[in-house]
């Protein structure tokens, strides 16, 4: 009987910590050990300040998403590299391809660090510690021909632009699992990512059009030649 | 889930096509070809029958079958001016270089990989001090700063490679992305990790150097540019490096030790 009496008091006192609202300042009274919250929090197993955090709207279901799109960043970042070094080898020698191919490398480096920065800002983290479907895909191709890598390039600005739409998406519409609208995040990403991509996206099919036009005659190292001066220009 | 991969799938067809515009037409030329002869047996058969008669009509034919293939052939002709020249060849050579070792080149291979996991780890690190239950920005612009750094020492290593002619067709898997270690630091423990990278770095910089100079007694595989470039650019910055960090960790250990939680809050305040 006694035992009966005293877990009813606890399930009563857990379904009374359940009701409370969960704050910033139920934590920091009951860390304190102000009034019955100190006991409460002491039945439900809760210590701390957990609820004094930086979470609300939809951080919660976006959160993985924005991870993704940090690795997927992170991913290009270092195929932009290679195609780079693939310019920047004595075979190749297009010093304004490798210009290109660089800065968008150091673009995506920058939008990572941007975006892990952003991610945090809104109360939410990024694991780096497993492995990633985003991150260690197939090895990319990057021994490509000029007009080849303008193609690459463009398919990958549209994969960004996509990524970035799809977070814009789960912000703005909670197509998921709840209506839960993000506009801060929805803002960031207009902003920050959506205007920008379509520049570059804009860019490179002006680019890969402009070449592939230039290589239509039957000798066309010339026109490669100076296309690649115009990069550099750029 | 949304997958990206899927996603890129369905929208990615540019690279694609261009292959296609780009490749010779071989298969269609076949194609064309086979029609044209198959159209010529075709037409064959019923001369056979009527050998003898030598009718005009047998004329007729041959001449229509010749005209045919003439067409499908100039067909192709267009087919492939309008082709895109894609890919320019060149027949430069080169003799007795690129020049350098195998092993330094595997080495050298090696150490791209690594500061490129180095910046990940501080990657990482950045990201967890930017958490907001962690809340220490100094930490994490610090530490956002090395991720910076590394990737670009690696990104100097892949320089120099092009510049003494290697990565000319490796460079495909230069370069992985693999998960690194993660855990709850402090200030001091992600300082202290820090230094602990920064050595293994010093050390495999120091054994790739080893491995450039060769092994060889008249030195004729020792690769002096490359160790001075190592030894200069790369070890000067190593060791003023791992100075710098020792130095924040005496100062970090010394303000815990008598102020514990508020000898961190300052410090990074202060970084």
Known sequence: MKYFIAFVLVAGLCALAQAQEQSCQVDVQSACGQSANALMAFFSGESGVANCNARYAAIGHLEHKMQDYIH???KKSY????MATHFNSYQMNRPGFQKLYQGLSDRAFDDTIALIKQVTRRGGSVDFSKPHQQGVAQPPEVHLNELESLARALDNEKELTNGA??????????????RIHDPEMAHYLQENFL????????????????????????????????????LQKQ | MYSHSALCERERPTTKRLKVFCSTQAPTVCIHIA???????????????????????????????????????AAINMAQADNLQC?????????????????????MREQIQKEINASMQYLAMAAYFSNDTVNRPGFAEHFFKAAKEEREH????????????????????????????????????????AFKLETEVTKSIRDLIKTCEGNSK?????????????????????????????????????????????GEFLFDKNM
């Not at chain 2, 790369?234 to 303000?255: D, N």
């Open chain 1, 72 to 74: 997927l960043q992170l």
């Open chain 1, 79 to 82: 195929e932009y590299l290679l």
């Open chain 1, 165 to 178: 739409i799809h977070v814009h998406t789960s912000a703005t519409h909670g197509t998921t699992d709840n």
């Open chain 1, 195 to 230: 205007s920008k991509q379509a520049a570059s996206v804009r860019t490179l099919s002006g680019y890969a059009n402009d070449l592939s036009k230039l290589v239509s005659v039957r000798e066309p190292a010339l026109s490669v030649y100076l296309f690649d001066e115009y």
């Open chain 2, 35 to 73: 029609k044209a002869r198959k159209a010529e047996e075709l037409r064959k058969i019923p001369n056979i029958n009527n050998n003898n008669k030598r009718n005009p009509k047998n004329k007729m034919m041959k001449f229509c079958a010749s005209f045919c293939l003439l067409t499908v052939l």
């Open chain 2, 87 to 107: 890919n320019i060849k060149s027949n430069a050579a080169f003799r007795g270089w690129p020049d350098m070792k195998e092993p330094c080149i595997r080495s």
């Open chain 2, 154 to 193: 690696g990104a100097k290593l892949i320089e120099y490679l092009s510049m003494r002619g290697e990565l000319t067709h490796t460079v495909k898997d230069l370069i992985k992305v693999s998960p690194v270690k993660v855990k709850n630091w402090t200030g001091l423990s992600a300082l202290e990790d």
């Open chain 2, 218 to 262: 008249k030195a004729d595989d020792n690769d002096y540019h490359l160790v001075d470039y190592l030894t200069g650019v790369y070890l000067e910055e190593q060791l003023t490096g791992q100075r710098e960090l020792a130095g924040k960790i005496t100062t970090l250990e010394k303000m815990m030790s008598s102020q514990g939680e508020l």
